[in-house]
């Protein structure tokens, strides 16, 4: 079954405290990208990758990084999290004609 | 700025009936449109794209028009049923560009009453 996966699903963590959020996809898709959702804001790309070891930031890069070692996995690393990253994330995945394929999500909160 | 707006944050209809989603867009870039839908505690899930060489394409229930002069898209969703109650993002990207990059909407919410 194609899919994204996401982990963990939902998250507590404190200010300061450095955290990953793993993705992988089993599409071989090339392009993968990290979105955020806000409430009134909708989704917003974070960063996204074209390919191994090419990366590049999105909208909403600061705060985050990213890494892309093998074609499968695309972390998400928040290096020092602060409580305006409270948000619900989401990754994705991404076919030949742009249509995304999204994991379920990992909800963040920063205290 | 918002380059893909929806502007109506909400909308009601009954089951049976026809839900109307609208989107604009800004960004005359933008070659590929598509529609998600997503539920509560899941991901976004595709529904329906649709390039800027056609004005219309259909899947089952689910229809989606585009009106480049206007800058405008909509999803036509006949008949509605409750199972169609989600949020629906719009999302629009430019196919020549360097990227598969989506710009969303903010989102409707659509329910649709028993």
């Known amino acids: 079954e194609a899919q994204v996966t996401q982990n963990p699903r939902y998250l507590i963590t404190v200010t300061g405290k450095k955290l990953t959020v793993t993705c992988s996809q089993n599409?071989?898709?090339?392009?993968m990208s990290w979105y955020r959702q806000d409430p009134g804001l909708g989704l917003r790309q974070i960063y996204y990758?074209?390919?191994?070891?090419?990366?590049d930031k999105g909208d909403v890069p600061e705060g985050y990084k990213v890494s892309r070692k093998e074609k499968r996995n695309f972390p998400l690393i928040l290096e020092s999290p602060s409580p305006n990253q409270t948000s619900l994330y989401f990754c994705?995945?991404?076919?030949?004609?742009?249509?995304?394929?999204f994991g379920q999500g990992t909800r963040l909160t920063v205290v | 700025d918002q380059q893909v707006k929806q502007n109506s944050p909400s909308l009601s209809v009954q089951e049976g009936r026809i839900s109307i989603l609208n989107c604009d867009y800004t960004?005359?870039?933008?070659?590929?449109f598509l529609w998600y839908k997503k539920y509560p505690a899941e991901g976004p899930t595709f529904l329906i794209s649709?390039?800027?060489?056609?004005d219309k394409n259909e899947d089952g229930r689910f229809t989606v028009f585009l009106n480049k002069s206007a800058k405008h898209l909509s999803l036509h969703i006949v008949p509605s049923q409750p199972g169609d109650s989600a949020v629906y993002f719009c999302?629009?990207?430019?196919?020549?560009?360097?990227?598969?990059?989506?710009?969303f909407g903010k989102g409707t919410l659509l329910t649709v009453n028993p």
């Open positions: 994705a995945s991404s076919g030949v004609y742009g249509e995304a394929f």
């Open positions: 599409m071989n898709h090339e392009y």
């Open positions: 990758s074209m390919n191994v070891e090419v990366t």
């Open positions: 960004n005359s870039m933008f070659d590929y």
């Open positions: 649709i390039s800027s060489i056609k």
């Open positions: 999302a629009a990207s430019n196919s020549g560009g360097s990227n598969y990059k989506l710009t």
